[in-house]
């Protein structure tokens, strides 16, 4: 059975950081790309954050590159998220999955709150 659980959420002030990761099992991790999907209040979700099998390379959204940085590790079956210099606009709940979302991992998991305020 596949899953996906996300962790490392909370409450920072603008500025601050958080580290998120995501724990996958079920699947043969390591042959696919992953990445960092969220969902504002009122929003789509949106993919910012995406890593190729291996971490040969990374892409970012616009509105998070610089500030973001995606990493996995196959041994753990882990993907990580850093997320510094953080904005009330990135308050969001965050999922992982695979890019593109795979058939067997289309139910997603329970995601992390986010939420950036002073």
């Known amino acids: 059975q596949v899953q996906l659980v996300e962790s490392g959420g909370g409450l920072v002030q603008p500025g601050g950081s958080l580290r998120l990761s995501c724990a996958a099992s079920g699947f043969t991790f390591s042959r696919y790309a992953m990445g960092w999907y969220r969902r504002a209040p009122g929003k789509e979700r949106e993919l910012v954050a995406g890593?190729?099998?291996?971490?040969?390379?990374?892409n970012y959204a616009d509105s998070v590159k610089g500030r973001f940085t995606i990493s996995r590790d196959d041994v753990k079956n882990t993907v990580y998220l850093q997320m510094n210099s953080l904005k009330p606009e990135d308050t969001a709940v965050y999922y992982c999955?695979?890019?593109?979302?795979?058939?067997?991992?289309?139910?997603w998991g329970q995601g992390t709150q986010v939420t950036v305020s002073s």
């Open positions: 890593i190729t099998s291996a971490g040969r390379s990374t």
């Open positions: 999955n695979a890019v593109p979302i795979l058939t067997i991992t289309r139910t």
